[in-house]
Each structure stands twice: as structure tokens, then as C-alpha cells.
């Protein structure tokens, strides 16, 4: 059974820096595709940035030229590195591992929060 790990959450002033990682227990063999995802109060979830096994990244208009979506592939791991942060960047972030071909799967971190002070 895969497990996703996450940890890196915390309460950060505005401005500051974060570093959430996801590591992956189990075999994840075929995935394409691995993710973040934020979460706020009284929203729905929404994603914040997608890299696939090719090295392509894709960023939420919000985030971009402030996080950056990295993998280590012999860990299993996924990063999100958050700079410049801003209040409205507070949520519960869940990493996400995904094979979007035959046969399928998906698999969801538990989350971890992040809290950014003004």
C-alpha cells in the first residue's frame, strides 16, 4: 500500500519561505504525474503546481515566479518550494501522485498546513 508523507508545513510571516516535501512509501512504479494541492477554509481544493515524469512543470497563475515543483526520483519525493509568501497562501497543502494511463492510480498525502501571518 503507498503512503504519502508530508511535512515542511508551519506559521510563516509574509515574505518568508517554506519547504513542503512528500515522500512516497510503496511502489509508485508508472506514475506520470505528481503534484500539490491547496486547500483553504470555505474553498474548494485547488492545484497549485504539476510536474510530470519529464521534467514539465505547470504553476497556478497565483504561485508562479513565487513556489517551485521539484521531484527526487530516487526518494520518491516530491518538493514545493514557497518563497514570497502571502497571507492568501494559507491552507492545508496535499501532495498528489498520479498514473493517468492504463491501469490507473492515485494516491493522497494526508496534508499539512501552512499559515502565513501578515
Known amino acids: 500500500q503507498v503512503q504519502l508523507v508530508e511535512s515542511g508545513g508551519g506559521l510563516v510571516q509574509a515574505g518568508g519561505s517554506l519547504r513542503l516535501s512528500c515522500a512516497a512509501s510503496?511502489?509508485?512504479?508508472?506514475?506520470?504525474?505528481m503534484a500539490w494541492y491547496r486547500q483553504a477554509p470555505g474553498k474548494q481544493r485547488e492545484v497549485v503546481a504539476t510536474i510530470t515524469s519529464g521534467g514539465s512543470t505547470n504553476y497556478a497563475d497565483s504561485v508562479k515566479g513565487r513556489f517551485t515543483i521539484s521531484t527526487d526520483n530516487a526518494k520518491n519525493t516530491v518538493y514545493l518550494q514557497m518563497n514570497s509568501l502571502k497571507p492568501e497562501d494559507t491552507a492545508v497543502y496535499y501532495c498528489?501522485?498520479?498514473?493517468?494511463?492504463?491501469?490507473?492510480?492515485?494516491?493522497w498525502g494526508q496534508g499539512t498546513q501552512v499559515s502565513v501571518s501578515s
Open positions: 498528489n501522485v498520479r498514473k493517468t494511463y492504463y491501469p490507473q492510480f492515485t494516491y
Open positions: 510503496g511502489s509508485i512504479f508508472g506514475a506520470n504525474v
